[in-house]
Every structure is written in structure tokens, then in C-alpha cells.
């Protein structure tokens, strides 16, 4: 959540707020993905509400700073992570048996 909110800064839009109930459901999916080896957005009309707009982005790999760079490299993606709409955050990590991360990222506004 911190290298979101520091994107945010440096391009001038203020931090997403952390919401438990947003970090639940997205250490729940990312646990959904690494036990079922499959990669794949969750339906987002399941996201918990109330809310105006709502977004996810994923990811996997061996470490979260290259995790969120690819994200931050990803045009689609990137454009969740500074959208001044979204309000909110809730970010999952799970680690698989093999050492592999993976991320999900709730955003809500």
C-alpha cells in the first residue's frame, strides 16, 4: 500500500486510505489464486460497499517491489494506482509453497 500512496504522491494526488475490510478481501483472492494456480481478477460486485467506482489490479511474483513495478509499468494498471476517484486501498499478499508472491490490489472510491 505504501509504494501506491508514494506513486500517488509524486504525482501530486493524496494517499488512499487503508480499509480493513478492502485488505481482507484481497489477501483473500491473492490466498484464491496461489491455492488454485490461477490467475485471475475476482468479480468485483463482490468488492464490499458501499462504493462509486471500484478496480483491481494483480499481480505475481518473487518480490513485491518487482510486483509493483510491473504494475506501475502496466498503462492499465498504472492508471488505477494515480485514478484521484478511488479513495481507498486494500492490498493482499499471499506466498505460495514455492516462494512465490501473489499480489492483489482493491481499490475503491
Known amino acids: ?3 501506491v500512496n508514494n506513486l500517488r504522491a509524486s504525482v501530486g ?3 488512499l486510505a487503508h480499509v480493513g475490510a478492502l485488505q481482507s478481501y484481497a489477501r483473500s483472492w491473492s ?3 496461489a491455492e488454485t494456480g490461477t490467475f485471475a481478477h475476482s468479480n468485483l460486485y463482490d468488492v464490499p460497499g458501499p462504493w462509486q467506482s471500484v478496480a483491481e489490479n494483480i499481480a505475481v511474483g518473487t518480490a513485491v517491489q518487482s510486483a509493483f513495478n510491473a504494475l506501475a509499468a502496466s498503462s492499465g494498471h498504472y492508471a488505477n494506482m494515480v485514478n484521484p476517484t478511488f479513495t481507498e486501498i486494500g492490498s493482499g499478499v499471499w506466498t505460495d509453497a514455492g516462494g512465490k508472491l501473489w499480489v492483489t490490489h482493491v481499490f475503491r472510491g
Open 13 to 15: 494526488l493524496p494517499a
Open 31 to 33: 490466498q484464491h489464486m
Open 1 to 3: 500500500m505504501s509504494l
